[in-house]
T-cell receptor
C-alpha cells in the first residue's frame, strides 16, 4: 500500500538550532516529492519539490531537502531556524502520472522558541 | 498576491442535510482539487477537476459527493446527505499547470456535522 510517513509529530527547538524532519514513502513507482508548510492561521503552501535531477533541492526561506532513493526518503533541513519557522510541515508525494493527487504525511508541528 | 478563497470558513449542519462548500480558485488556473482533513488524521485527496469534468477521484468521493464549476469563477463541493464522519476541514486547491506539482490551497472550510 502507498504511504507517507513523517518521523516526528511534534518538534520544539530554539532559534538558531538546526532542523531536520524525516519523511519516508512507500510507493510502487516513480514519484514526485514535496514539502508543504502551513503557518499558523494560513493556507498550505509549497516549500520545495523534487521531480528529478540533483537530489538536493533548495526551497524558500532557506529550506532544503535531500532525496535518497535507496532509502525512500526525502528529509527536510534548515541549518538555523527562526521563530517565524513555527508551522506545520507536511511531506507529500504524487505518482508521476497524477500530479495533483498529493498523498500527504501526517504532518510535523514545529515550534521554535525565541 | 492572488489566492484561493473558500466559503464558509465554518459550517455546522445536521446529519442528513445537504452542504455546499464554495471555492474561488486563482483566476487563470485550470486544474481544481478538493482535499479534506478529518481531525487528527492526514490530509486526503478527494477529487481533481479539469475542463469541466472530474479527472480523478478517490474512494472517499462516493455518490454523496459532487463537484461543479457553475460559472467561470466558482468551484463547489456538494455533499448531498451529510454523515457524522463527513466532519472535517475541506481544502480547495488550484493550479495553472498540472505538471508543476505546485497546488495553491485555500484556508479551508471546517464542516461540523451534528
Amino acid at each position: 500500500a502507498q504511504s507517507v510517513s513523517q518521523h516526528n509529530h511534534h518538534v520544539i527547538l530554539s532559534e538558531a538550532a538546526s532542523l531536520e524532519l524525516g519523511c519516508n514513502y512507500s510507493y510502487g513507482g516513480t514519484v514526485n516529492l514535496f514539502w508543504y508548510v502551513q503557518y499558523p492561521g494560513q493556507h498550505l503552501q509549497l516549500l520545495l519539490k523534487y521531480f528529478s535531477g540533483d537530489p538536493l533541492v533548495k526551497g524558500i526561506k532557506g529550506f532544503e531537502a535531500e532525496f535518497i532513493k535507496s532509502k525512500f526518503s526525502f528529509n527536510l533541513r534548515k541549518p538555523s531556524v527562526q521563530w517565524s519557522d513555527t508551522a506545520e510541515y507536511f511531506c507529500a508525494v504524487t505518482p508521476t502520472d497524477s500530479w495533483g493527487k498529493l498523498q500527504f504525511g501526517a504532518g510535523t508541528q514545529v515550534v521554535v522558541t525565541p | 498576491e492572488p489566492e484561493v478563497t473558500q466559503t464558509p470558513s465554518h459550517q455546522v449542519t445536521q446529519m442528513g442535510q445537504e452542504v455546499i462548500l464554495r471555492c474561488v480558485p486563482i483566476s487563470n488556473h485550470l486544474y481544481f482539487y478538493w482535499y479534506r482533513q478529518i481531525l487528527g488524521q492526514k490530509v486526503e485527496f478527494l477529487v481533481s477537476f479539469y475542463n469541466n469534468e472530474i479527472s480523478e477521484k478517490s474512494e472517499i468521493f462516493d455518490d454523496q459527493f459532487s463537484v461543479e464549476r457553475p460559472d467561470g469563477s466558482n468551484f463547489t463541493l456538494k455533499i448531498r446527505s451529510t454523515k457524522l464522519e463527513d466532519s472535517a476541514m475541506y481544502f480547495c486547491a488550484s493550479t495553472r499547470l498540472a505538471n508543476t506539482g505546485e497546488l495553491f490551497f485555500g484556508e479551508g472550510s471546517r464542516l461540523t456535522v451534528l
